[in-house]
Structure formats: C-alpha cells, structure tokens
C-alpha cells in the first residue's frame, strides 16, 4: 500500500475557508527559532513552513483546527486563535 503524502491525506477532507480572513494571527517578525521549531513539528497540516531566507510562513488554508499550534505558542508566535465563524474551516468525513 502506498503511503499518502500529508496534501493527499487533506485532500480526503472537505474544507470550506474564509481565504481572505484567517482564525490564527500570527507573528510573522518572530525570530525565536525554538518557538518555530515547535509549530514546525507540531502542526499535522504543515500550516508552518520556514523559506529559504529563514522566514516564517504561514498560511491557514488546509487548517485542521486541532489548537496544537495555539497551545504550544500562544503570545508567542500564535498571537491569537479561534475556531473559524459560521459554515467556515474543516468538515471531516467519517471511515
């Protein structure tokens, strides 16, 4: 069996996104490489990526809403989080 890529595992998912208004703030000026690292590994979406000039990048889309990145940098890198408004963010399908 072959094993999914995390974009093939997501595209399982069916998500409706607000694309012009994220549920995360994010400090996109932190240079605390530890905090970084921590979202690096943490987020099971890769929401968090690191360019080649060393700059965090961000993006919402593809969300899972787990709160991971909230509770390990809260005020940190993650400024603010809360769970999209409305029919908004992730629908999970079941089996």
């Not at 968090?48 to 919402?60: R, W």
């Not at 509770?71 to 809360?82: I, P």
Request: hydrophobic share 35%.
């Amino acid at each position: 069996m072959k094993k999914l890529s995390i974009d093939d595992k997501l595209g399982l998912d069916m998500f409706h996104t607000d694309e012009l208004n994220s549920h995360i703030q994010v400090n996109k000026e932190c240079k605390d490489q530890e905090e970084i690292r921590k979202l690096l590994l943490a987020c099971p979406a890769e929401c968090y990526k690191v360019d080649e000039a060393g700059n965090l990048q961000f993006s919402h889309l593809g969300c899972l809403e787990c709160g991971t990145c909230r509770v390990l940098s809260l005020g940190k890198v993650v400024e603010d989080w809360n769970y999209p408004m409305g029919t908004k963010g992730v629908f999970y399908r079941q089996g």
